[in-house]
């Protein structure tokens, strides 16, 4: 139901089937996407709070980001494959449930994305206040923030949708969508596309830009000069050299990793949007089932390849990845000893000191270099 609404009780002709070579291309690639999305986010938040050096502000977002992207994946994805072969099974209940976690998952994904885009404004262009801003307990609280606003929006679609059942002569047929008119949504509509994609996009746009135009300007350090017979002080000048090249160069990376999810994210979600807008205004609606098909496994494959990026594009991610498949095979082997992350030396321990919440991205990349919808339910 992409902008339809349900129609009351009635008696039709034979029960509608979905084309046999689209329930084998939704059931084949929904599970792919599904099954490594949610394998790689699960591992996302695992070894981002299992190992003490990743846990900086910007890989807490990331952690927000991947339990909404799980969230998307185990209620938009997975029901879709048990309503391509029957109708609705899960009941009001279910209805209800599925879509608040549905816009749950999307809309949190949204600003989890923009909250770390202004982070890495804040840690690239203004460096000394991020010293202050930038710090573990402060992402941790906007996090619980926004996860407190958006699940209170949510809220609202437990009051409109509903299960309707419709009875042809070959059995009936239960769906789950609108309570009411779909003209009476478009406000919805419109509030959901401005502030869960125009806003968070327009915003990472800009951001983006000023932080590009910050590290392009900034001059990769060269060898200083110095006088003869200040070997020592010379040889020190050179290793400070060294330190922030790496610096700059592994500030450059995370931040064109997290570039990279941003425009995947707006591509991604391109497509499902446009139609949206679309059938706010057309009459019928346009409801192609192999595009929407294609729309559907656009927003599970963003849900999904975030995790793949970060493995592509980050040495620290990747190494971590490796070592707990490493750490869970091991335990497979040996089930009896416990699994302990390792903890490395470069990153001061406060565990027991409040201090540990102001370890900030830019001391944590110092040690380490590092390579909505419209409709109720996405079913």
Request: hydrophobic share 45%; glycine share 6%; net charge positive.
């Given at each position: 139901?992409?902008?339809?609404?349900?129609?009351?009780?009635?008696?039709l002709g034979?029960?509608?089937?979905?084309?046999?070579?689209?329930?084998?291309?939704?059931?084949?690639?929904?599970?792919?996407?599904?099954?490594?999305?949610?394998a790689?986010?699960?591992?996302?938040?695992?070894?981002?709070?299992?190992?003490?050096?990743?846990?900086t502000?910007?890989?807490?977002?990331?952690?927000?980001?991947?339990?909404?992207?799980?969230?998307?994946?185990?209620?938009?994805?997975?029901?879709?494959?048990?309503?391509?072969?029957?109708?609705?099974?899960?009941?009001?209940?279910?209805?209800?449930?599925?879509?608040?976690?549905?816009?749950?998952?999307?809309?949190?994904?949204?600003?989890?994305?923009?909250?770390?885009?202004?982070?890495?404004?804040?840690?690239?262009?203004?460096?000394?206040?991020?010293?202050?801003?930038?710090?573990?307990?402060?992402?941790?609280?906007?996090?619980?923030?926004?996860?407190?606003?958006?699940?209170?929006?949510?809220?609202?679609?437990?009051?409109?949708?509903?299960?309707?059942?419709?009875?042809?002569?070959?059995?009936?047929?239960?769906?789950?969508?609108?309570?009411?008119?779909?003209?009476?949504?478009?406000?919805?509509?419109?509030?959901?596309?401005?502030?869960?994609?125009?806003?968070?996009?327009?915003?990472?746009?800009?951001?983006?830009?000023?932080?590009?135009?910050?590290?392009?300007?900034?001059?990769?350090?060269?060898?200083?000069?110095?006088?003869?017979?200040?070997?020592?002080?010379?040889?020190?000048?050179?290793?400070?050299?060294?330190?922030?090249?790496?610096?700059?160069?592994?500030?450059?990376?995370?931040?064109?990793?997290?570039?990279?999810?941003?425009?995947?994210?707006?591509?991604?979600?391109?497509?499902?949007?446009?139609?949206?807008?679309?059938?706010?205004?057309?009459?019928?609606?346009?409801?192609?089932?192999?595009?929407?098909?294609?729309?559907?496994?656009c927003?599970?494959?963003?849900?999904?390849?975030n995790?793949?990026i970060?493995?592509?594009?980050?040495?620290?991610?990747?190494?971590?990845?490796?070592?707990?498949?490493?750490?869970?095979?091991?335990?497979?082997?040996?089930?009896?000893?416990?699994?302990?992350?390792?903890?490395?030396?470069?990153?001061?321990?406060?565990?027991?000191?409040?201090?540990?919440?102001?370890?900030?991205?830019?001391?944590?990349?110092s040690?380490?270099?590092?390579?909505?919808?419209?409709?109720?339910?996405?079913?």
């Open positions: 139901m992409e902008n339809g609404s349900a129609s009351g009780n009635q008696s034979r029960m509608p089937r979905q084309p046999l070579e689209l329930q084998v291309a939704t059931i084949l690639l929904v599970l792919l996407i599904c099954g490594v999305g949610i790689g986010n699960a591992m996302v938040v695992l070894v981002v709070l299992r190992t003490k050096h990743m846990v502000p910007t890989n807490c977002y990331l952690v927000s980001l991947a339990v909404a992207d799980l969230i998307v994946l185990l209620a938009a994805g997975l029901p879709n494959i048990s309503e391509v072969l029957a109708s609705w099974v899960y009941g009001y209940a279910g209805c209800l449930c599925i879509t608040y976690l549905q816009y749950l998952g999307i809309n949190i994904s949204a600003w989890s994305i923009a909250a770390f885009t202004v982070e890495r404004y804040i840690a690239i262009c203004h460096a000394i206040k991020a010293q202050l801003l930038c710090t573990v307990s402060r992402a941790r609280r906007i996090i619980a923030s926004l996860w407190l606003f958006t699940s209170l929006y949510c809220l609202m679609w437990f009051f409109l949708v509903d299960t309707t059942q419709v009875t042809f002569s070959d059995g009936a047929q239960v769906t789950c969508g609108y309570r009411v008119s779909r003209s009476l949504y478009m406000p919805i509509y419109f509030l959901d596309f401005a502030v869960f994609y125009v806003i968070p996009l327009g915003l990472a746009t800009v951001l983006y830009g000023l932080i590009a135009r910050i590290l392009l300007a900034s001059p990769v350090p060269g060898t200083p000069q110095h006088p003869p017979g200040s070997g020592h002080q010379g040889s020190s000048l050179k290793l400070s050299c060294r330190g922030g090249r790496a610096a700059l160069g592994s500030r450059k990376q995370v931040t064109k990793m997290l570039a990279v999810v941003v425009a995947l994210f707006a591509v991604l979600w391109l497509p499902y949007r446009t139609l949206v807008v679309v059938n706010s205004f057309v009459d019928p609606p346009y409801l192609n089932t192999w595009f929407l098909l294609f729309c559907r496994l927003i599970y494959l963003n849900s999904a390849i995790p793949i970060y493995n592509l594009m980050s040495q620290k991610f990747r190494a971590a990845f490796r070592k707990l498949y490493k750490c869970q095979e091991k335990g497979a082997e040996h089930p009896a000893p416990p699994c302990t992350p390792v903890s490395y030396s470069a990153v001061k321990d406060c565990s027991h000191d409040s201090s540990d919440h102001n370890l900030t991205e830019q001391e944590d990349l040690s380490f270099s590092l390579g909505d919808t419209t409709s109720s339910t996405f079913t």
